[in-house]
């Protein structure tokens, strides 16, 4: 089967690009004819928070990349369709997260061939930051698919205000680059931390939605019943970072937070997650996260509030915690986690897990559903 991607890949950076570059891995090794149409420009410098769009790593091997798509150019949108027809796939995944990228991903999927079956791959369906005009934005997206896929079953929902054609959830896979976890020792060693205190790990961009502060909250209130506590914020901050810092200076956990506040390299990332002994995800709101995914690559335990689907493939108790989102609750399972000495239990628990979550079996279940549509 001729396959096309569209999303970002290579050479821009984040998760999503990441994932396309692994599912496209994955439809190369099970036989198929596979590529990705990226952007060109994916974000106005004005309208990103960042400091770079663009990838330290080097480009994947093997995978054919095209980045055609200007998302503020509607000259791209139609050229890029025309691009795409010419390829004649039979199957075009369309990568959908956020509605400012509706106009783009929509108009070109409007002028696809008839002949290609057109499924939307939905990170998200409503934004965690919201902003006017969202919906419209996503239902003009939304209505030129044949099929919809979801990675959480929060997004599964949330597509019934906006289309009646046959959706799937299927769980979000483990990315295929990120590498083997390394000895505790080894890992935080190469970070320069002291091996005496116990870790927690904060990891990812920094956005007011994914709960930083309850993370702070929460290690305060620990810290009373065991000053052994430190918390690693790992990852650039997409927001002003005054706002945590006085957070930390209020709360007097100036000696217990060790801030990296820069976009972590593929290769770097296996010296946070083997460096620490528990991950926390404390969300205000979220369908899924591939940051849960990366802890459960390097067998490490999670903890994460009960929003969105973040609790759809953490175990409360069995991988690491699922707690509401209040910092009093979060710090008494922080403290059951070290205080019963959870790590290898949970470890063990999460090793276990990860089998189903393979970029292969993610593709098995694409296919079967493209060939479906195919026979309907």
């Given at each position: 089967?001729?396959?096309?991607?569209?999303?970002?890949?290579?050479?821009?950076?984040?998760?999503?690009?990441?994932?396309?570059?692994?599912?496209?891995?994955?439809?190369?090794?099970?036989?198929?004819?596979?590529?990705?149409?990226?952007?060109?420009?994916?974000?106005?410098?004005?309208?990103?928070?960042?400091?770079?769009?663009?990838?330290?790593?080097?480009?994947?091997?093997?995978?054919?990349?095209?980045?055609?798509?200007?998302?503020?150019?509607?000259?791209?949108?139609?050229?890029?369709?025309?691009?795409?027809?010419?390829?004649?796939?039979?199957?075009?995944?369309?990568?959908?997260?956020?509605?400012?990228?509706?106009?783009?991903?929509?108009?070109?999927?409007?002028?696809?061939?008839?002949?290609?079956?057109?499924?939307?791959?939905?990170?998200?369906?409503?934004?965690?930051?919201?902003?006017?005009?969202?919906?419209?934005?996503?239902?003009?997206?939304?209505?030129?698919?044949?099929?919809?896929?979801?990675?959480?079953?929060?997004?599964?929902?949330?597509?019934?205000?906006?289309?009646?054609?046959?959706?799937?959830?299927?769980?979000?896979?483990?990315?295929?680059?990120?590498?083997?976890?390394?000895?505790?020792?080894?890992?935080?060693?190469?970070?320069?931390?002291?091996?005496?205190?116990?870790?927690?790990?904060?990891?990812?961009l920094i956005r007011k939605y994914k709960g930083l502060?309850?993370?702070?909250?929460?290690?305060?209130?620990?810290?009373?019943?065991?000053?052994?506590?430190?918390?690693?914020?790992?990852?650039?901050?997409?927001?002003?970072?005054?706002?945590?810092?006085?957070?930390?200076?209020?709360?007097?956990?100036?000696?217990?937070?060790?801030?990296?506040?820069?976009?972590?390299?593929?290769?770097?990332?296996?010296?946070?997650?083997?460096?620490?002994?528990?991950?926390?995800?404390?969300?205000?709101?979220?369908?899924?996260?591939?940051?849960?995914?990366?802890?459960?690559?390097?067998?490490?335990?999670?903890?994460?509030?009960?929003?969105?689907?973040?609790?759809?493939?953490?175990?409360?108790?069995?991988?690491?915690?699922?707690?509401?989102?209040?910092?009093?609750?979060?710090?008494?399972?922080?403290?059951?986690?070290?205080?019963?000495?959870?790590?290898?239990?949970?470890?063990?628990?999460?090793?276990?897990?990860?089998?189903?979550?393979?970029?292969?079996?993610?593709?098995?279940?694409?296919?079967?559903?493209?060939?479906?549509?195919?026979?309907?």
């Open positions: 089967m001729k396959i096309v991607i569209i999303g970002p890949a290579h050479p821009l950076r984040g998760g999503i690009a990441d994932t396309n570059e692994s599912f496209c891995d994955a439809l190369l090794a099970m036989g198929h004819q596979a590529s990705i149409v990226s952007f060109s420009k994916q974000y106005p410098a004005l309208f990103f928070p960042g400091k770079t769009q663009y990838s330290t790593d080097p480009k994947p091997e093997k995978l054919n990349i095209y980045s055609w798509i200007n998302s503020i150019n509607p000259i791209s949108w139609f050229s890029t369709a025309q691009k795409i027809n010419e390829l004649n796939p039979d199957l075009i995944i369309v990568r959908y997260w956020l509605p400012f990228l509706a106009p783009s991903l929509g108009t070109i999927a409007r002028r696809i061939n008839t002949s290609s079956i057109l499924i939307a791959m939905c990170d998200n369906v409503i934004p965690h930051e919201k902003r006017i005009g969202d919906h419209l934005l996503t239902k003009y997206f939304t209505r030129s698919f044949d099929a919809f896929i979801t990675l959480s079953k929060t997004t599964y929902s949330e597509l019934d205000g906006f289309t009646k054609n046959p959706k799937a959830y299927f769980p979000h896979p483990i990315n295929n680059n990120l590498g083997e976890k390394i000895p505790k020792t080894l890992a935080q060693e190469k970070l320069k931390l002291n091996s005496h205190y116990k870790y927690l790990l904060f990891f990812g502060d309850l993370s702070l909250e929460a290690l305060a209130i620990a810290l009373k019943k065991d000053e052994n506590l430190r918390l690693l914020v790992v990852g650039e901050f997409y927001e002003d970072p005054d706002r945590y810092h006085q957070i930390i200076t209020n709360l007097g956990i100036e000696d217990q937070v060790i801030i990296v506040n820069q976009f972590v390299p593929t290769a770097e990332i296996k010296y946070y997650f083997s460096a620490a002994d528990l991950v926390v995800q404390t969300y205000h709101t979220a369908s899924q996260s591939g940051i849960t995914q990366i802890a459960y690559n390097f067998d490490s335990p999670i903890l994460v509030t009960d929003v969105g689907g973040l609790s759809e493939v953490v175990g409360h108790q069995k991988h690491g915690y699922v707690s509401k989102k209040d910092p009093r609750e979060i710090a008494h399972w922080i403290l059951d986690f070290f205080t019963y000495q959870r790590f290898e239990k949970y470890s063990a628990n999460v090793a276990d897990e990860k089998q189903k979550y393979s970029w292969l079996s993610f593709s098995e279940k694409v296919i079967n559903l493209a060939s479906q549509i195919a026979k309907d």
